[in-house]
């Protein structure tokens, strides 16, 4: 089957697919949603877990929609060979090897680089391609806190706490996906590619944002605030009658609609008058409002907080998000046919644009499966094809 862009912004880009377990193939599940031919370049001895476990697991379905695969031993000189005959007309190439890997591999930047001055080639790191801990193995976690996110994350006095995501993998690989579009945009004018880099502990930080800004601007080191919003107060989880329920007063004029709703006096209180008491007596303050909010179902507050203007809204678990209609009708559960699995449903885009689309064309292929194929539109014969499979090259 010829390659079908999921989306018409990205179809005339091919892009190579190195990646492995997560924050590569979330960039370049960004690439082939939005049209690009994608070319998931997998090893023969590739292991399940490297790819995001069980192909037919709900992770790995949801990471490589969209996209074809084909066998390539890099290993050998000949399969090295094969993917760079491949890269002399690709547009993209992206990577989240060791920063030593391709190198030893021969399919460095520069060296395809040589090949393709218009090529475009991502790298996606622990840490970054050099520098004293380069040459690191990067994990999630570990860059959640080496990146601070686990000293502000929990409750006071419970200790470090990641949070619930692979959050710097997933950033890491939006960011790669902004580089290679920016890159993409840049070889308009220059007619060159480059070579976009970015790391978890990079991604990490830069998330971090006002939090970061606190200590380089004001040498204030962020704390751990569990629910409570670090400066909008009073910002948390509040109890109701049937659950919880999270209220959010950015502003003066916020606050003072939650006190006139809430109507207990003890709100009118100095303590509370301005954002600065309100944050220096934020413990008794969110008692207060506990009490009262825990007087009525969670169903009852959504309602009339949201008509008064009060920024507000139910605490979901998973099942719940996608049962509810706002979520519906964004469309962010999307239908696939599974190959491993028959008829189901992968997280949709959260992108949406007046024209283009992003669809779900392609459910995540078999190992190899489109190898013969692509081989072909690439110029090789038919007797060059079966001779690069009995030699394990493919």
């Not at 995001?52 to 379905?61: A, E, L, N, P, V």
């Not at 207060?288 to 907080?305: C, D, F, H, P």
């Not at 696939?336 to 283009?356: A, D, F, L, N, Y």
């Amino acid at each position: 089957m010829p390659f079908e862009p999921a989306s018409d912004i990205l179809s005339d880009y091919t892009v190579l697919d190195l990646t492995r377990v997560r924050s590569g193939p979330t960039c370049v599940r960004q690439l082939a949603d939005w049209g690009a031919n994608v070319i998931k370049i997998e090893n023969p001895d590739t292991a399940g877990s490297d790819m995001g476990g069980s192909r037919q697991g709900s992770d790995f379905q949801n990471l490589h929609r969209n996209k074809r695969s084909m066998v390539l031993n890099l290993k050998d000189p000949d399969g090295v060979a094969i993917f760079k005959t491949m890269a002399a007309t690709a547009d993209v190439v992206v990577e989240n090897y060791r920063p030593d890997v391709k190198f030893r591999l021969g399919i460095d930047y520069e060296t395809l680089r040589a090949i393709n001055p218009r090529i475009v080639y991502a790298s996606i790191s622990g840490f970054g391609q050099d520098g004293p801990l380069a040459g690191r193995p990067g994990f999630d976690q570990i860059a959640q806190g080496m990146g601070g996110l686990m000293s502000i994350t929990g409750t006071p006095g419970e200790g470090p706490m990641r949070v619930g995501i692979p959050i710097a993998d997933l950033t890491a690989g939006g960011f790669a996906a902004q580089g290679v579009l920016l890159a993409l945009l840049g070889r308009e004018k220059t007619g060159e590619g480059q070579w976009v880099q970015t790391s978890l502990l990079q991604a990490q930080i830069a998330m971090l944002d006002f939090q970061a800004a606190r200590w380089l601007m004001d040498s204030d080191v962020p704390k751990q605030a569990g629910n409570d919003h670090p400066t909008s107060i009073p910002t948390g989880v509040f109890t109701t009658s049937d659950g919880y329920i999270n209220i959010a007063c950015a502003g003066q004029h916020i606050w003072l609609r939650l006190k006139d709703e809430l109507a207990d006096p003890r709100m009118d209180h100095k303590d509370y008058a301005d954002q600065p008491s309100r944050s220096k007596n934020r413990v008794p303050l969110n008692a207060i409002i506990n009490e009262n909010t825990s007087q009525k179902s969670t169903g009852y507050w959504v309602a009339r907080l949201a008509e008064i203007g009060v920024p507000c809204g139910e605490i979901n678990n998973i099942q719940q998000v996608f049962e509810n209609p706002q979520v519906q009708h964004l469309g962010m559960a999307r239908d696939v046919v599974s190959q491993e699995r028959g008829p189901s449903q992968i997280v949709g885009q959260p992108i949406k644009m007046s024209r283009s689309q992003a669809e779900i064309r392609r459910p995540p292929p078999t190992k190899g499966q489109h190898t013969a194929e692509i081989l072909a539109e690439f110029g090789y014969s038919d007797d060059e094809i079966g001779s690069f499979a009995s030699r394990g090259i493919t």
